[in-house]
């Protein structure tokens, strides 16, 4: 069975190209003009993904966003947004987004952003391997001497994660985390002292390197970072300069 797309895109031209472009690529496509057209659609047919354009008349793809996770789907959701700011994609990741694409883009690039968020949340078959036969062959994130881990939880800097449960502590705060979040950190915590390289992280995350003009990866550091600090409190992910991320408590 094709995997399903719900787009949700007010210009008319964008979304006539981007219906026909999703289609080619062997996804069965829903598209609508608007959000309050976009929620009874999610609610009558649930799709795979959804495709939202941030900017819509009435309600937009963020209070769609937020309606969604308020009730407690989990479907992953890629925006689209003409918004450039950091704090405009900051605010598009804390209504619940998985993740995002700028206007104008490249259809490749939606292509490559949707089979990475429908792979992270494809279930897992017996023999435990998902994804293309690339993502297969990919060598595993090595736990450091610096992180401890069992089947089910992981830790490392004084940061707890519940593998299955997806819930993470610092200390003994709990931290709200977005899909996209929880796997970013959890590929940190599980190489813990270890420097990851931008490629890296790109291709473990999204399963696509961006390139270096992206401020994708930079983004989310950056918010997860605003969730994990605390006053006092050593900062837990450092950044070496033209190289990567590395977590570790200081």
């Known amino acids: 069975m094709p995997q399903t797309v719900l787009l949700a895109e007010d210009d008319r031209a964008i979304r006539h190209a981007l219906e026909r472009a999703l289609t080619l690529e062997g996804y069965q496509v829903t598209a609508v003009a608007d959000g309050v057209e976009a929620l009874a659609q999610a609610h009558r047919t649930p799709p795979d993904v959804l495709l939202l354009d941030v900017m819509m008349p009435g309600i937009d ?10 009730e407690g789907d989990r479907t992953p959701i890629l925006m689209l947004t ?8 900051i605010a598009g990741l804390d209504a619940g987004a ?12 939606v292509f490559a952003r949707l089979r990475a968020l429908l792979r992270r949340t494809s279930p897992v078959p017996a023999n435990g391997v998902t994804g293309t036969a ?26 707890r994660m519940d593998l299955q449960a997806r819930r ?7 931290l709200e985390l977005t899909r996209t979040e ?6 940190l915590v ?13 291709d473990r995350i999204w399963g696509y390197d961006f390139g270096p003009g992206s401020k994708n990866l930079a983004v989310y550091v950056g918010y997860l970072r605003r969730k ?23």
């Not at 060598?139 to 992981?154: C, G, L, N, V």
């Open 190 to 202: 599980r190489n813990a002292g270890i420097v990851l390289d931008h490629s890296t992280i790109y």
């Open 182 to 187: 929880f796997e970013l950190l959890e590929l």
């Open 61 to 70: 793809g963020l209070q769609v966003c937020r309606v969604l996770r308020a």
């Open 228 to 250: 994990l600090d605390e006053p006092g409190a050593p900062q837990l992910i450092h950044t070496v300069r033209g190289v990567g991320y590395v977590l570790r408590e200081d």
């Open 98 to 109: 998985d993740d995002y694409v700028v206007k104008p883009f490249d259809v490749e690039e």
């Open 168 to 174: 993470v502590w610092r200390g003994t705060r709990e």
């Open 82 to 89: 003409a918004l450039v700011e950091t704090a405009d994609r």
């Open 134 to 159: 690339a993502d297969a062959l990919r060598e595993e994130p090595q736990p450091s001497a610096f992180s401890s881990s069992s089947d089910k939880q992981i830790s490392a800097a004084g940061l």
